[in-house]
């Protein structure tokens, strides 16, 4: 083994390591980078692939993108010449939960401690905002950066809503008013991702984690026994149950992907629609002019909610790994310096409405109204902010069996009862499956 030509995928395309080259990178090393063509497209990445060849001109980069990462590149993880660098993301991203227990994923620890590229006397841990590491950390080991901040909350067109005169629902009464009223003009209060209702998971437990406390995520991270059944998630079951029951949903939406749905509430069909701070750029093509998309955080079952109305879910989002069997690790951890400097970070929230996770990466930037409420609603949610991660653990647990009971939900063919009890049988059987690694949220 050894020696700067064995491409037997140990990372072993190595320079000399410097302060100017803190991975060791080969400076005629190819690098190849796959990229999930979903609501970001590619062309950041383009971007960035640019600013490293600005450094190293004399490597390659081999570019592509598609929307079925898994089908794609599964077949070259298990054959040994995966990509060098991967955004898995999407519908058909690989279960990294499986990846990380499969020793597929380099450790990117040595990126946290590297200098920042244009930050100086920081390195590139001190210049991301809360949360980037332990979204990405498994067992403490750091093997997953995603490079987007986002928001998940419930959007609305403040055009639509200024001229009807309608104010944004703080309490859940509230909205089952403002629901009423908005169905009495013609309109469908609600719209979602009928073909993925696990978008719909996501407000559901973000109201039962203001209720009952922040435990309620951490429960349902750590597999606890009924951790679907508690309290707070039955309180906030029976009210999301309302929406279904009083009509309050767009005939056909069980129908409709998540493209069709947005654009539905695009077209003012329908006035509330679930989803994350990615909204405003995967529709810019149909969202009409002078439409103002704005996000808010779920409206509050009542006073004794354990946080106020302004906490809200935001998490670092858009996973990219390095590959352990990559013929260029150095390359690929390079390349993430490369995305998380703040020339790579501001080119990145310019050309895709949505936030770096670098941190004040979004000053001075001229933002669309989406990503402008975005930037508004976090700092409000401020340390009151929240997320759960059980999605990144048990990818399965989320995009199937969750999101199965989600569609029997929302599409009324089951009772709160009946779908908590769905969601925890999910739980429970990955919870028993002594072939599934399990992860402790610490």
Same mark, same amino acid.
């Given at each position: 083994m050894g020696g700067d030509d064995d491409d037997s995928g140990t990372g072993s395309e190595r320079g000399e390591k410097t #302060?100017?080259?803190p991975f060791g990178v080969k400076v005629d090393a190819p690098l190849e980078v796959v990229i999930f063509n979903g609501g970001y497209g590619e062309d950041y990445a383009k971007a960035h692939e640019a600013m490293y060849t600005e450094k190293y001109p004399k490597a390659k980069i081999t570019h592509s993108a598609t929307q079925e990462i898994s089908k794609t590149l599964q077949p070259r993880f298990v054959d040994g010449s995966p990509p060098d660098v991967v955004n898995n993301s999407g519908a058909g991203q690989i279960d990294q939960g499986g990846l990380v227990s499969q020793g597929a994923l380099s450790d990117l620890t040595e990126l946290l401690g590297a200098p920042s590229l244009d930050v100086p006397g920081k390195t590139v841990k001190d210049t991301l905002l809360p949360g980037v590491v332990e979204v990405g950390s498994y067992d403490g080991k750091f093997f997953v950066l995603n490079i987007s901040y986002t928001a998940y909350g419930i959007w609305y067109s403040t055009k639509l809503f200024t001229d009807k005169g309608w104010a944004y629902p703080k309490t859940w009464d509230e909205h089952i008013a403002l629901c009423k009223t908005i169905k009495a003009a013609g309109i469908a209060p609600w719209t979602y991702a009928g073909k993925h209702p696990r978008y719909m998971s996501w407000p559901v437990i973000a109201t039962a984690i203001k209720f !009952?406390?922040? !435990?309620?995520?951490?429960?349902i991270d750590n597999l606890e026994p009924n951790a679907w059944k508690s309290d707070a998630m039955k309180a906030s079951a029976d009210a999301w149950h309302q929406i279904v029951k009083d009509g309050f949903i767009l005939p056909g939406t069980p129908g409709l992907d998540h493209v069709q749905s947005q654009t539905e509430w695009c077209r003012g069909k329908a006035a509330f629609i679930s989803c994350g701070s990615w909204l405003e750029n995967e529709?810019? *093509?149909? #969202? &009409?002019?002078?439409?103002?998309? /704005?996000?808010? &955080? #779920?409206? /509050?079952?009542?006073a004794s909610d354990k946080l106020p109305f302004e906490a809200m879910r935001g998490t670092a989002s858009e996973p990219f790994i390095v590959p352990a069997k990559a013929k260029n690790v150095p390359g690929g951890l390079e390349y993430f310096r490369t995305m998380l400097s703040m020339k790579g970070a501001k080119d990145f929230t310019q050309k895709v409405s949505a936030l770096s996770v670098v941190a004040g990466s979004a000053d001075g930037a001229t933002l669309g109204p989406g990503l402008s409420s975005v930037v508004k609603a976090l700092d409000a949610s401020g *340390?009151? $902010?929240?997320?759960w991660v059980y999605q990144n653990y048990y990818r399965k647990l989320e995009r199937e069996l969750v999101d199965a009971a989600c569609g029997e939900f929302f599409s009324g063919? +089951? $009772?709160?009862?009946?779908?908590?009890?769905?969601?925890?049988?999910? *739980?429970? /059987? +990955?919870? /028993?499956d002594s072939s599934i690694k399990k992860y402790k949220r610490a």
């Open positions: #302060t100017e080259n !009952g406390g922040l !435990g309620v995520a951490e429960a529709q810019k *093509a149909v #969202t &009409p002019a002078g439409f103002n998309m /704005s996000v808010a &955080p #779920t409206p /509050s079952l009542g *340390a009151n $902010g929240f997320n063919r +089951i $009772g709160p009862a009946e779908f908590l009890d769905q969601c925890q049988k999910g *739980a429970d /059987s +990955i919870a /028993s």
